[in-house]
């Protein structure tokens, strides 16, 4: 089984930073994307930034110069460096991976999220 684990969470005041993290383990393809999505109560879940095995990136425009996503290959593992917070960023955040296997066939694993929250 897959599993995907973010920390790093936690409450921020506008302005300040925090680093995400998201921590793989279980038979991973090396041929994917991880990316961070976010969820806001009452609000749809949306991509926040991706990367590629290779190490291509894709931002939402929102955090555009203020986010910086990265991942270890050899780990297996994703971060996301957040700086200058807004109280708009305040959401539930997961980590997600996908691609495909060896053999042709998708694979799409998720995270259980977790709550970054900007105080003004």
């Known amino acids: 089984q897959v599993q995907l684990v973010e920390s790093g969470g936690g409450l921020v005041q506008a302005g300040g930073s925090l680093r995400l993290s998201c921590a793989a383990s279980g038979s991973i393809f090396s041929d994917n994307a991880m990316r961070w999505y976010r969820q806001a109560p009452g609000k749809q879940c949306e991509l926040v930034a991706a990367?590629?095995?290779?190490?291509?990136?894709n931002y939402a425009g929102s955090v555009k110069g203020r986010f910086t996503i990265s991942r270890d290959n050899a780990k297996i593992t994703l971060y996301l460096q957040m700086n200058s917070l807004k109280p708009e960023d305040t959401a539930v955040y997961y980590c997600?991976?996908?691609?495909?296997?060896?053999?042709?066939?998708?694979?799409?694993?998720w995270g259980q999220g977790t709550q970054v929250t900007v105080s003004s």
């Open positions: 990367i590629t095995s290779g190490g291509s990136t």
């Open positions: 997600n991976v996908a691609g495909f296997s060896d053999y042709g066939s998708w694979y799409d694993y």
